[in-house]
């Protein structure tokens, strides 16, 4: 029940290492854009990502309550991640899982001078017009990912495994993944299940917060923190009702168990 999360780049090869790898383990393969929320998905900031990848059996696996455009909320990777034997490929699932034991964190890779020859063979372009959707790609991918995680997409120590697929084939790139996977290492167990659930109930918390108009007063700011079902939230308010809300609101949540409620009431912001 590993899970693999992929970063996408455009031109890697990685959608052909992606269906090599799921075509002999038997996985699913889901392509995703990670959003906020679902609200967010209608915006079209990302054409590229606007597709599930794989056979037309792997998408019917996913069609019902999947997102069927490619875009996906935290929750509904971290759902996927609890079901288990499927590759998450695009963007965002890598960082978002890395600390989950059982979750293989991957990125592919290849020097641009091998990606634009990529693109100029797949869409018939001309090198000038290669260059510039894969810059805009990855100027797209990285402020996403900056927004979301604070973190530079590029650095390796993002990742499990780095691929660079300009000296290794898909299949290769297939037979290091499959080696992988099979290892111990990254089998599930009760605990790295435990910690997908914790991770599942932050984002529904956090989701719930989000939709909240009384949570989006001055001054707030409560962070999420769950083990083993027990909830803490922290941070600092302006107000005297708004601990009291997101106490309520997170009490609501499905698998919450005690709930520490460490949140600060300051004097309003100026």
Request: aromatic share 6%.
């Amino acid at each position: 029940m590993t899970v693999i999360a992929m970063t996408r780049e455009m031109g890697t090869l990685g959608k052909e290492v992606a269906r090599e790898f799921a075509r002999r383990m038997n996985y699913t393969v889901v392509h995703h854009e990670l959003v906020e929320g679902r609200g967010e998905r209608d915006r079209g900031e990302s054409e590229v990502y606007r597709f599930l990848e794989g056979s037309e059996g792997e998408l019917e696996k996913w069609r019902n309550n999947r997102a069927p455009d490619g875009y996906l909320t935290r929750e509904q990777v971290f759902e996927i991640a609890l079901e288990g034997d499927a590759i998450i490929r695009g963007w965002g699932a890598a960082s978002l899982l890395k600390s989950v034991p059982n979750v293989l964190s991957v990125r592919v890779c290849a020097p641009m001078d091998f990606r634009i020859d990529q693109m100029k063979r797949r869409l018939g372009i001309d090198e000038r017009a290669a260059r510039r959707e894969i810059e805009r790609s990855d100027a797209s991918h990285g402020r996403a990912f900056l927004r979301f995680f604070e973190q530079d997409w590029r650095d390796p120590a993002n990742y499990d495994i780095v691929l660079n697929s300009e000296h290794l084939t898909p299949e290769l790139c297939a037979d290091i993944l499959c080696d992988a996977v099979r290892n111990p290492a990254f089998a599930e167990t009760s605990k790295t299940r435990s910690a997908l659930l914790d991770r599942l109930l932050e984002a529904r918390i956090s989701t719930a917060f989000a939709e909240d108009g009384g949570m989006h007063r001055r001054g707030t700011r409560i962070n999420i923190s769950v083990e083993d079902s027990e909830v803490r939230l922290y941070g600092i308010v302006a107000d005297g009702s708004s601990s009291g809300i997101a106490e309520s609101i997170a009490s609501a949540q499905q698998g919450v168990g005690n709930i520490r409620n460490e949140i600060i009431r300051v004097n309003a912001f100026s």
